[in-house]
C-alpha cells in the first residue's frame, strides 16, 4: 500500500522557519518525482516545489524560490521542504504527493498528473 505522511507543520511568526517532512512507503523515492503542494482556503491547490527521481532536478515556484529548499534522503524515503524567511502568505495546508508520469522536474507538471496525496500538514505564519 502506497502512502505518503507529511508532518513538522505548525504555528509560526513572520520571518520564522519550518521544515516538513513527507514520510513515503510503497514506492521508490529513485521512480519518480515527489512534489510539495500548498492550498489555501478559498485557492486552488498549487505546487510550490518538486524533485526528480534520481537527477537531483527541482523545481520552485516564484512565490517560494530563494526561501524554500527541497531534498530527500531515498534511504530513510523522506522528502524535506526546508521552509525559511516564512510570511503570512506562506500559510496554507501542505501536501506530498508523487508524479507517475515524470521522474525529471518540469516546470510544466500539472496537478493532475501527481497521486498518493498524504492527509497535509497545517503552516500558519502570524504577522
Known amino acids: 500500500q502506497v502512502q505518503f505522511v507529511e508532518s513538522g507543520g505548525g504555528l509560526v511568526q513572520f520571518g520564522d522557519s519550518l521544515r516538513l517532512s513527507c514520510a513515503v512507503n510503497?514506492?521508490?523515492?529513485?521512480?519518480?518525482?515527489v512534489g510539495w503542494f500548498r492550498q489555501a482556503p478559498g485557492k486552488e491547490r498549487e505546487r510550490v516545489s518538486s524533485i526528480g527521481a534520481r537527477d537531483g532536478s527541482t523545481y520552485y515556484s516564484d512565490s517560494v524560490k530563494g526561501r524554500f529548499t527541497i531534498s530527500k534522503d531515498n534511504s530513510k524515503k523522506t522528502v524535506y521542504l526546508q521552509m525559511n524567511s516564512l510570511r503570512p502568505e506562506d500559510t496554507a495546508v501542505y501536501y506530498c504527493?508523487?508524479?507517475?508520469?515524470?521522474?525529471?522536474?518540469?516546470?510544466?507538471?500539472?496537478?493532475?498528473?501527481?497521486?498518493?496525496w498524504g492527509q497535509g500538514t497545517q503552516v500558519t505564519v502570524s504577522s
Open positions: 510503497g514506492i521508490y523515492l529513485t521512480d519518480y518525482v
Open positions: 504527493a508523487a508524479n507517475l508520469m515524470r521522474t525529471r522536474v518540469t516546470a510544466t507538471e500539472a496537478t493532475h498528473e501527481y497521486a498518493y
